[in-house]
């Protein structure tokens, strides 16, 4: 497995694979592996592509009072778990390699951005598009695969691909969970044990969210009320949303239809997670 | 000439022209062409590469009040033109093969497209921005070309493509006038007899600043209220501004002094005409 730093290395050996008649998979991620970026890898090496997993943190989409600089790192453990799962190269540039002057430009999904996690991370989303606009085109990527876990983001760079004709093609790829069910993340270190007993009531409300439904509930606010008393009832944890939209566009739901999404983002201490379910069909 | 209408044709003519070694070049324009159109294709022609042409007016960079409707056009006149100066490929979507969904993705450049003509344009050169990235990732070239009359916006899409690290080089050309010294411009039709005379005046006003600063003036100030003065005197052009700034970066100066731009757009009845002149090595 090759380990670039520099974007040049990167066009020239993408260059060379294509060259070979290798087409190219791009995985982004932000490092601190863990299943779920692994699961991403396996998707992408489905293809028979080339599979190129870029490891960056991105200043650009992370607020003032966020956490940045305590974000985990860790590239030698990432390099082997990137290199059992079948990475062919890790892209891990420096900040500066990516801004080497001051970023005048930036790519945004209007409305789409602006809700949801979008509401209370201002800039969040516009960060993430322009880096994703700028890995694409330092990558070139034939296909690129993004986590459901952050739904809102899957959608969002699928919303830029279509709109800007971006030539790839943009894969979602179920969120994986511990074997209790939380949803995996690099942030889940930062969870006290208590706490990480406490975050299961993420998936366990969305869980029952989904009997709900089934049972015959339509009611977004009914089913979003419900859900945020029981995160409120037994845990210490914040609501920072609980939503019921459109799993299309996000558009605001009264009645469940369609395709739906549950989104939810709960704070336990300074820890934000989110979580969410996809209900078809309805 | 192949003329094309979609993006997949464009997308599959291009990828036969590179796997026959050939490298692409675009020409972006919003057609009816000039001889400063056929400048850009003379120099993409001296690179040996594949020759695209957009033609496409573009919706999202008119105002609601700008002449997005009554912009001149005539792809038939166009098409000859084009192929007399060797174009390879006319690419001349219709508007809903370039925005076939309601657009909800914006690239901007910030605070260089705020200032000269995007203050008195605003939303322009979010429009341009906008869709030079659609038409980049549409024909994929290795280099493209754009004329310096429009300079602030050949500054914005090199410093786009920089900040989004888009695989290609932005190459400037020099204005072309007509040979009593008006620049080419495809509004330049809009012109009664009267204005097309009066339009003279820009070039001369230019020309002139340009003596002053040989004859030692430094103070952007008194250039700029002179060109003012000048136009304003001589003609019946409303002057929306005269601006010297830095070529490089379009900064305000008080002194000349490096690569500088002199900058002016100026309406003739209801037609605005650009001009500007760079000066080195002051």
Known sequence: M????????????????RANGRSIALVPTMGFLHQGHLTLVEE???????????????????????????????????????AGAGVDMIFNPEVDEMYPTRNLTYVEVGELGDTLCGASRPGH????????????????????????????????????????????????????????????SSRNVYLTPEQRTEALVLQRS??????????????????????KAKITNETSGEVDYVEIRSADDLSALATLQGKVLIALAVRFGSTRLIDNKVLEGL
């Open 44 to 82: 992408a090496k489905k293809s028979g592509a080339f599979v190129v997993m870029s490891i960056f943190v991105n200043p650009l989409q992370f607020g003032p009072n966020e956490d940045f600089a305590r974000y985990p790192r860790d590239l030698e453990q990432d390099a082997q778990k990137a």
């Open 2 to 17: 090759i380990i670039c730093k520099l974007i040049s290395e990167v066009r020239q050996i993408v260059k060379d694979q």
């Open 206 to 227: 969305l869980t029952e969210a989904e009997k709900w439904v089934h049972q015959g509930e339509r009611s977004a606010q009914v089913i979003a009320e419900q859900i």
């Open 125 to 184: 989303f516009r960060g993430v598009t322009t880096v994703v606009s700028k890995l694409l085109h330092c990558v070139q990527p034939d296909r690129a695969y993004f986590g459901q876990k952050d739904y809102q983001q899957y959608l969002i760079v699928r919303q830029m691909v279509q709109d800007l004709n971006f030539p790839l093609e943009v894969i979602a790829v179920p969120i994986v969970r511990e074997e209790d069910g939380l949803a995996m």
